[in-house]
């Protein structure tokens, strides 16, 4: 079951236990409010005329008071050199839905004791286990290359290369001494 609601001149879609935020509301942290709905949905019966889904209540709870975020608003007029930048921060009130007509928000249970007991016993053996995993893990070792043979080839070609062009140099050196 869910409801539109109108508060502030705005429009919102609740459902019990829905947190919303809303235009500041007269009203201390802890009150209880009624907002005015304006159409009923249950299921598949839908109320839209407004006045008789008035008559169904929307409860809620005030959780705080507090400002929203900066808005900037500037203002500007092309070529008259009028530039005005200001801020704005709207209060607002953060409400939780708590009923919808007949339909009342479902609340958490508090977790049990023997539950909180094991989930402490699941939480001390999760290290014990990755400590034991570890030892049982071995690490391999890459396997090692081979010498690059393809470098050492080329070397040894690049170097007969230059030998005889050495002795070629040599002779000729020689040829011009005589």
């Not at 999760?126 to 393809?150: F, G, W």
């Amino acid at each position: 079951m869910y409801a539109i609601v109108k508060t502030g001149g705005k429009q919102y879609k609740v459902a019990p236990g829905d947190i919303i935020e809303i235009e500041k509301l007269d009203a201390a942290a802890g009150d209880k409010v009624e907002l005015e709905a304006i159409c009923v949905v249950d299921g598949d019966k839908v109320e839209s005329d407004a006045a008789k889904a008035a008559g169904t209540k929307v409860v809620a709870e005030v959780l705080e008071q507090f400002k929203g975020e900066k808005q900037l608003v500037f203002k500007f007029k092309k070529r008259k050199n009028y530039k005005r930048t200001k801020g704005h921060r709207q209060q607002l009130t953060r409400v939780r839905i708590e009923a919808v007509g007949a339909a009342k928000a479902e609340k958490k249970a508090a977790p049990k004791k023997a539950a909180a007991k094991k989930d402490e016993a699941k939480a001390e053996e999760a290290p014990k286990k990755a400590a034991a995993k570890k030892d049982e893990v071995k690490v391999e070792e890459a396997p090692k290359k081979a010498p690059a043979k393809k470098a050492a080839a080329k070397k040894d070609e690049a170097s007969a290369e230059k030998k005889p062009a050495a002795k070629k140099a040599a002779a000729k050196e020689e040829k011009e001494a005589e």
